[in-house]
């Protein structure tokens, strides 16, 4: 789906260390931020045996119309991620692509406009789902489905290509998510994932950058949202866990078109990264094997 992103995600790069403290103090003060450090059984979900039960409703549910206004035409989504992720999705013609995490069907309706022969969008909220449909009416489709819950409606092996854009960070059983993103995809094809870059969420959370924990938040906006913080070494584990090489990294820089429509953005971009993204290889059978996956 993608996240709405302020600028002092990140403003403490540019500030000596007394000053990084008050502004780490100071947004947290204004986000109501609740850290809750990872359990024991939290780590499990981490990656390995864990069944989650879904017990809550969708949290982009209730702001689904708001979040698509926004995430149309914003910097963070339409100018940075966007951008990104569609550039490490390479050629697309004539591909078979999953949307994981759709939301208002932004990247699917950019997937069919470069040639894709057939997106299927999947999202945990209904709303979401509805205003994809409405976006993207030819050559996709789309169905509410909670990523923490197994694929078991799409066949192994059916898909070329996988997009998962700011979406993995609100997963609790990440590798879960991942591994049935694995089976669904061919031997040869590709995950494309964004996330938070680390660094910006342990400047603005402060403590160790190592910590692996909840973060509770309300943005701006007023939407209420929870994600997880880790370091760079946790999420390539779990992309090696499920299966997958990394084939590409990019942490991106701001599009041009940024400088003239959010100056301020594009100038904070320029020097201080927002999200990270990867390229991803479903790795060869007889790997997996010998690493006993």
């Known amino acids: 789906?993608?996240?709405?992103?302020?600028?002092?995600?990140?403003?403490?790069?540019?500030?000596?260390?007394?000053?990084?403290?008050?502004?780490?103090?100071?947004?947290?003060?204004?986000?109501?931020?609740?850290?809750?450090?990872?359990?024991?059984?939290?780590?499990?979900?981490?990656?390995?045996?864990?069944?989650?039960?879904?017990?809550?409703?969708?949290?982009?549910?209730?702001?689904?119309?708001?979040?698509?206004?926004?995430?149309?035409?914003?910097?963070?989504?339409?100018?940075?991620?966007?951008?990104?992720?569609?550039?490490?999705?390479?050629?697309?013609?004539?591909?078979?692509?999953?949307?994981?995490?759709?939301?208002?069907?932004?990247?699917?309706?950019?997937?069919?406009?470069?040639?894709?022969?057939?997106?299927?969008?999947?999202?945990?909220?209904?709303?979401?789902?509805?205003?994809?449909r409405l976006r993207v009416p030819?050559?996709?489709?789309?169905?509410?489905?909670?990523?923490?819950?197994?694929?078991?409606?799409?066949?192994?092996?059916?898909?070329?290509?996988?997009?998962?854009?700011?979406?993995i960070h609100h997963l609790d059983d990440r590798v879960a998510a991942l591994r049935e993103l694995h089976r669904v995809l061919r031997p040869d094809g590709h995950l494309v994932v964004s996330t938070h870059h680390p660094t910006g969420d342990w400047l603005r959370h402060g403590g160790s950058y190592f910590d692996v924990s909840v973060i509770e938040e309300t943005w701006n906006r007023g939407w209420r949202v929870r994600y997880w913080r880790q370091p760079l070494t946790q999420t390539v584990t779990e992309f090696n866990d499920a299966g997958f090489l990394i084939e590409r990294v990019v942490e991106p820089l701001p599009a041009s078109e940024m400088a003239t429509r959010y100056p301020d953005d594009y100038e904070l971009l320029r020097t201080s990264p927002g999200f990270i993204a990867f390229r991803l290889l479903k790795a060869p059978e007889e790997r997996r094997v010998a690493a006993g996956r």
């Open 138 to 167: 030819e050559r996709a489709s789309f169905r509410a489905h909670d990523l923490q819950a197994p694929l078991d409606w799409l066949e192994p092996e059916s898909f070329d290509l996988a997009v998962m854009a700011l979406v």
């Open 1 to 132: 789906m993608g996240d709405y992103w302020y600028a002092t995600v990140l403003e403490a790069h540019s500030l000596d260390h007394a000053v990084i403290e008050h502004e780490v103090a100071e947004t947290a003060r204004r986000s109501q931020v609740r850290r809750q450090p990872a359990t024991d059984r939290q780590l499990v979900a981490l990656g390995h045996d864990l069944v989650m039960t879904i017990e809550e409703p969708p949290r982009f549910e209730p702001f689904a119309a708001d979040y698509e206004d926004h995430a149309s035409t914003s910097a963070y989504n339409a100018l940075y991620d966007r951008p990104a992720v569609l550039e490490l999705c390479g050629a697309v013609t004539g591909l078979r692509v999953l949307d994981a995490g759709c939301g208002p069907g932004l990247y699917a309706e950019e997937l069919v406009a470069r040639g894709a022969h057939d997106v299927v969008g999947l999202d945990a909220s209904p709303a979401m789902i509805e205003l994809a």
